[in-house]
């Protein structure tokens, strides 16, 4: 280096910046748990540092949840939930499940966890969240999915009153088909012997359910327009059909006479198979006298020709312009109208008769129609593109029969009025009266069902959505019987829906009580599911009670959508319906309870929002930004002013940063970590103090520790206090017990000091130590006085007056002739205490008679022959109060029948009264409890009670006591009475 270049070293270096070293905020009592990007669960303090390992094993931890006094860690090892000590000390699994288990969540009481366990569906899973009891692991609850819906619930945090767990559920609502019945199921309660009625419709449909349709077509040279015109249209009555009925299956067949062989009864196409093809096979026979035997087609279609469901309705539409012909057919020659009809029913196929001029000329289609509950359609032979018209009239105006099957279990009968099948048009109703008995001998509290299934034709079972189900509660013989049905209704908006709804009650007489329903009738009710509660008490106390499920569902939400839901699944709604605009996405999840228990944090998007937990007041606290890539997964810091959450840039590990709730700048907390959880420490201080802190020798003072919580968990304490030599007595350490958090528990006691010096007492919690120094002075040659008086107040006619003078020698010699002057209060010859040894203290009572008001002080002088260094102590004072109660009257005189008004004042506080006429007879109020000494009451003069002077008494009932208190007299005239100057005017 040249000597030129070392200035400009120097002046470099000057300007260089300063290392500035910044002090450490202090460590609030909490700890961040989280998953590193290794694959491990950590923690550290609430500043960022003291980053510690908590579960380094070769396998991969995440998912961490601390429980809320902070002394537990649950997180997931592999496919398992594993429970710890805090410090992730005697790890173990939760239980035994196979199945793999994800984000536990603790409930605020630390004795069971809420997790997701993943279901095999097919390829892959399904997660359901349960609830496990901690100590053995055994499941105890499952949040049930509404049965509207098909979801995926996810991400359980339990509410900080254990009433509501927040989960994230992704959901599409199951489209069920039309309801065939009003009443599917019904489940209420009834008395044993009682009975209800329903009534239940049946909705037929103007198809028939699952149809496999047969065209049957005649194919003779006659029918060439008809052909041409169902091949045009086939395509359009099917789209038709399979509109009103889309599991609709068709099959295409021919027939001809017996000259025409191989083409008598022909299959072109068959249920499988595409019946636009099969209907391009059907070709007309040019033979002008082809013979028609469409009987023998009906039976070959009714045997063998094709492969029916077992479940479908069975319809065979016959077009033709002829009748049939029978007993053609070798080698039988059974191709009768008898055989025919006879095989249709045993295959319970339906009749449909398309008639292009002649196809009824022998009444043959009728008998079919009647024998087969079929339908029969003409159309002009001339028009034949009518012919698609009568093909759907003839399958739509197929009458519905309708049998109603009861089953029912002991104890309960239906009857249903009419008793036997219905017969309707399709596409209209059937109606039943149902009436319900329940036996006299079923017993209270048993359950009982009925099913009825509501069959359509000829059927032997019913169909899906035909099937009611009733199911009967026997009541108790005492309690009112209360009964609420189910309630499902469509939301227009996230806002739920309005319901009104009614609930009856009865009493064992059957007298009819007003229920209570909780959520009254008329509540707007969230989107979800909510039970409604309805009790009603007789006149004898006895509660009855009956619950309903009311559900709103929505349109399909599209994404992830928080709900809340009780732990048993009675009441979940959708909380993100609620949202407002600033945060109405489609992809909600990771909700998170505030401290408390008021709002939610949760992620949406790439933005972190927060809510009450009624749906109001939501706001964006931190969103993607330049520094901030994708925030998620927030968790609340205890004191409820901030957040904690992930925050992870395209292709960069995630960070943990806090960001204050009601939004600001994020600040980086710890790199390289995600799933924040939050674990609660408790913080305990410990203060001592003595009152006062300087005392004469032998003189006392009182000892007082403070051990107090300001951290955000419970805190166990056992105190111990060490007492010098030079003091006596103190407080004595002891097992505080459990300390909660914002907790303050209070020992005290008092010492004596008997060593002159300064003497520290110490307390102890723990490590926690709190010192205090109490000073005893030098013993001296002094005698003190201190008095007393009890009670003070007194009251006149009461307990007399005590007054208590302590005396105390504490000087090292002997003192003669001790005495108390007082004299204004005739202290002489009680006040007598005659020799004090050495440290030596007594007692010299006084009585005053609570005979007067009285209102003064008294002071009391101790004199004594021997030394008394310190004149200033031997005197002591005290206020003697004895209150003198009154009674004050609104005026002097009254008539007969008349009220007066009168006041007290100067009584016992919360003393219970007696009130009084002397003479007289008594009347409202008798008694009454003053509150602060005084009271305003009336009193009656009855109108035959005695006239002349009285007074108004008022004697001790209860509390303090006081003697008898009279009123100025009071004159009591008869009501005939009139002022002097009264003239009568007539």
Known sequence: MTVRALPLLLVALLVLPVPVLRAQPPAEPFDIGFTSTDGHVFKVDSTGNARTNLTGTVREQYDPAFSLDGTKLAYVDGDHVMIANADGTDPRRLNAERLRQSEPAWSPDGTSIALVTWFPIGDGERPRIQIHRVSDGAKTGEIAIPQHLRAEDTQPDWSPDGRTIAITRRSSTIRQPPPRITRPATDLPARRGGTFELDQVVHTPRIPPKPDVVLLIDISGSMDGEIGSVKKTLIDIMGDIKTLQPESRFGIASFAGPENEGRTSTVHSGFDEDPVAGIGEVNVIRDQGST??????????????????????????????????????????????????????????????????????????TRFVVATDGSLQTFDENKPGEISTAILDGIKDLDVKVTAVPRCGDGLTVALTPPGPVTVPSGEDARFAEKFTVSPDAVPGSTLRCTVEFRLNNEQEARPGHVQTVTVQVADLVKPLVRIDDIATQARDGSGATITYQATATDSRNRVLTPACTPPSGTRFPVGITTVTCTATDAQGNTGTDTAIVTITADDPEGSRIWLVTPDGSSQFDLSARFGEECDGYDDEH??????????????????????????????????????????????????????????????????WTVPVQGGTPRLLTRNASQPAVQRLPRLTVTTTATPAEIPFNGRTTIEVTVANTGFAPAPATLTVTMPSGLRGGPAGSNLGPIAPGE?????????????????????????????????????GSLSLAVAAAPQPAFVGGDDVTVTFTLLNSSGSTLT??????????????????????????????????????????????????????????????????????????????????????????????????????????????????????????????????????????????GTRFGEVKSEDFLVLPNTSQPADFIERG
């Not at 309705?313 to 016959?318: K, Q």
């Not at 080698?331 to 398309?354: E, W």
């Not at 040894?837 to 009391?860: F, H, K, N, W």
Request: with cysteine.
């Open 817 to 958: 002739n001790v005495r108390v002057v007082a004299s204004a209060f005739g202290c002489e010859p009680e006040c007598l205490a005659g020799t004090l040894g050495p440290d030596a203290q007594t007692e010299v009572r006084l009585t005053i008679p609570a005979t007067q008001a009285v209102d003064r002080e008294l002071v009391g002088v101790v004199i004594a022959t021997g030394p008394d260094e310190i004149a200033s102590d031997n005197v002591a004072a005290t206020q003697i109060v004895v209150k003198q109660p009154v009674i004050t009257l609104d005026q002097q005189a009254g008539p007969l029948g008349g009220v007066v008004s009168l006041q007290g004042k100067d009584f016992p506080p919360g003393a219970k009264v007696r009130l009084g006429w002397s003479p007289g007879i008594s009347e409202t109020p008798g008694e009454l409890t003053t509150a602060d000494g005084t009271f305003t009451a009336q009193m009656l003069v009855f109108h035959n009670d005695t006239e002349g002077p009285r007074q108004a008494l008022a004697a001790t009932v209860e």
């Open 744 to 780: 303050r528990k209070v020992v005290s006691g008092d010492a004596t000091g008997t060593t002159a010096g300064e003497h520290e007492v110490t307390a102890a919690v723990g490590t926690i130590t709190s010192k205090v120094t109490v000073k005893v002075l030098e013993r001296t």
């Open 292 to 365: 028609e035997v469409w009987a023998h087609a009906l039976i070959r279609t009714a045997t063998d020709a094709f492969d029916f469901r077992p479940d479908s309705s069975r319809v065979v539409v016959v077009i033709g312009d002829e009748g049939t012909a029978e007993r053609l057919m070798p080698p039988n020659y059974d191709d009768t109208v008898d055989n025919a009809i006879t095989a249709l029913q045993a295959a319970n196929i339906r009749f449909v008769g398309i008639d292009s001029g002649g196809l009824d000329q022998f009444g043959q289609a």
């Open 591 to 656: 909700p998170a309870w505030s401290p408390d228990g008021q709002s939610l944090a949760f992620t949406q998007d790439e933005r972190i929002c927060t809510v009450k937990a009624d749906g109001t007041d939501i706001r964006v606290v931190v969103e993607d930004s330049g520094s901030i890539g994708r925030p998620r997964d927030a968790a609340w810091l205890p004191d409820g002013t901030r957040l904690v959450f992930e925050s992870a840039g395209v292709e960069q590990p995630p960070d943990l």
